[in-house]
Structure formats: C-alpha cells, structure tokens
C-alpha cells in the first residue's frame, strides 16, 4: 500500500513499522527503499512534499542520501553495543593457517592467533617474496604458560619428512614471549619448510629463526663469540655446515649459527643465502660459496669469518670505553 504526498497533505512519520515510504507529488511516484528496514522520519518525509504537478529529484536524492545515513548511525550504534558484549574465553582459538590451544583467563588463544597471521605474513614476505597461500604450512601451536621459563620446539610434517598431518608446535614460556619473539622464532621455521620442505642444515635454519629471539639469548651469543675472540681460538665451520639438528642447549652452536648467517647476509641478500644453502646442499658448500659469494672454499669463509667477529669486538670494546 502506497501513500500518495499531495500539496497540502500531512506525511506521517511510519519509521516503526515500515521498510519504504513512498514520495508522490501530483502523478509521479518515487519509493525510498533503505536498507536495514530504517524509514524516513516524518520530518524529511514532509519535505518531499511538492506542489501538484512537480517533482524535484535532486531534492528525492538528497532525502535518500540523509536517510541512509541515519540508517549507518544505527548499524553502528548497534555494532558499538555488540562489541562491548564480553567474548567467550575458550582457550582455543584457530584460522585457516593456524589451531592455538592456550589457558583460558585473558583470551591468550585469540592473542596467539592474531600475532601467530602477522608474523607468518611479515616472514613470508620477508623471506619468500611473497605471501603464503592459506592453508599451507598448517600449524596447531599450543602454550603453556611459565613465567620465567622459555623454550620453543615445532616439529615440521610432511611426505618429505616421512610424517603425516600438519606441523605442531609447543612454547613454554611468558605471556609476552608467546606473543612475540619465541612465537617468531619457532614460525620461521615453519615458513623456511615452505622453501625447504625436505629440511635444510641446522646452522641456517637457526641462524635466521634465532634473529628473532629477544635481547637475553643475544646477548649471551655475543658474550660467546667474544670469549673465541679473547682466546684466538674458534669453532671450525666445516664441522658446522651439513649439521642437521642443533640441541636446543648448544649455545656456542647457536652463536656460531647466527654469526655465520649475518655474515652471509651482510655480503648478499636473503634470497642469495636461501639459493646458496639450496646449492651446498645438492653440490657441496666449496662449489656454492664460489657461486653466490666469491669465496674460493670452506677454509677462506673460516678465515673470514673469525676476521669478522674479531673486527666487530673491537669495535663493541671501543664504543663501551667512549660511553
């Protein structure tokens, strides 16, 4: 049933039980359909009314534009009201790339989940050029919180590794680190899998995964590498390049790991090191370091590499006398 404006008439204001009001001068009808179900109030109704025999469209149009409005003030009164309903803390939280099992009290699933997309995002395209597509590299990740312990370990599946079903991972540890730098660390693992689903030598893998790591575990690297320096007495590379697992307690492994990645780094760009650990796999570490760096054997990237460390602890020793 339509109502038909008419110089003169009154227009009732049927917001509370109608979806549309119709808009008639003389013979001319034009329905305002709103989405939402929200009417025009009887005030721009009323100013739709037009002497017989004339209709004005733009004056149609700006009645239409002032009412979607008041229809989008609703939606986000009631988008505001909706929000503020307090959100079930389950402990479990999951996406298309992740499952996160975490305690309940202070919604840390949904927390995990968030930071766990952000970060996967940030390493892929940092590392791979571009984003992951969804689902790949599907992890179910579980938190225990303990404060003042940390500790991350993932364990990668896959027809190349022998193992069915998606990658797990496990950290003990803070709140804060869950959410942060060990959460990071254990996900660039699971983004290296992407380029190297067969695995990749230990000293590589932790060499990028322990970049992300927060100030302690840096700093007792840093305190590593500088004792060899004191000494004049290092690790030797070779033994270090086709190791496949590093226990999550070899702290000189670790040091040794990181230092050797950034000095590759610091010489060529991310996609170089990931091309040269792919080369030295398949053709051996002396045919890759002459391809991607110029570097005629194992025995030079030795020599390099302690000339490096000891030029970078000279420099650390000066800066802490000036301060």
């Not at 004339?54 to 989008?72: G, H, M, T």
């Not at 927390?111 to 995002?121: C, F, P, S, Y």
């Not at 990749?200 to 840093?222: F, H, Q, T």
Request: charged share 25%.
């Amino acid at each position: 049933m339509s109502h038909k404006l008419r110089a003169g008439t009154p227009v009732r204001d049927r917001s509370a039980g109608s979806r549309w009001i119709d808009l008639m001068s003389g013979t001319a009808v034009r329905r305002a359909v709103l989405a939402g179900g929200l009417c025009l109030p009887w005030a721009l109704a009323a100013e739709a009314a037009e002497p017989a025999g004339s209709v004005n469209p733009a004056k149609i149009r700006r009645l239409e534009i002032k009412a979607a409005e008041l229809d989008e003030s609703r939606a986000i009164r009631e988008a505001r009201a909706a929000s503020e309903v307090p959100r079930l803390d389950a402990g479990i939280a999951g996406s298309e790339n992740f499952t996160v099992l975490a305690p309940v009290g202070s919604h840390l699933a949904d927390r995990v989940l968030e930071q766990a997309e952000a970060h996967r995002q940030e390493l892929a395209l940092i590392w791979l050029g571009e984003e992951l597509p969804a689902g790949q590299e599907f992890t179910h990740i579980h938190v225990r919180v303990k404060p003042g312990a940390d500790s991350g370990r993932v364990l990668l599946c896959g027809p190349e590794r022998q193992l069915p079903g998606h990658h797990r991972m496990w950290l003990d540890t803070s709140e804060q680190l869950a959410l942060t730098a060990t959460l990071k660390h254990e996900l660039a693992h699971v983004m290296l899998n992407a380029r190297f689903p067969g695995g990749m030598p230990a000293w590589v893998n932790e060499g990028i995964a322990s970049m992300y790591d927060d100030a302690p575990p840096r700093l007792r690297r840093k305190q590593i590498l500088a004792e060899y320096v004191a000494r004049s007495k290092f690790p030797q590379i070779a033994e270090l390049l086709d190791r496949r697992q590093l226990p999550a307690g070899d702290e000189s492994g670790y040091a040794v790991a990181v230092s050797l990645t950034e000095l590759l780094l610091a010489r060529g760009s991310r996609e170089t090191l990931l091309q040269f650990t792919g080369d030295g796999m398949r053709n051996g570490w002396q045919a890759a370091l002459q391809k991607h760096y110029a570097i005629q054997n194992v025995a030079s990237l030795q020599r390099e590499w302690e000339a490096s460390l000891s030029s970078r602890t000279a420099r650390q020793e000066t800066s802490t006398r000036t301060r």
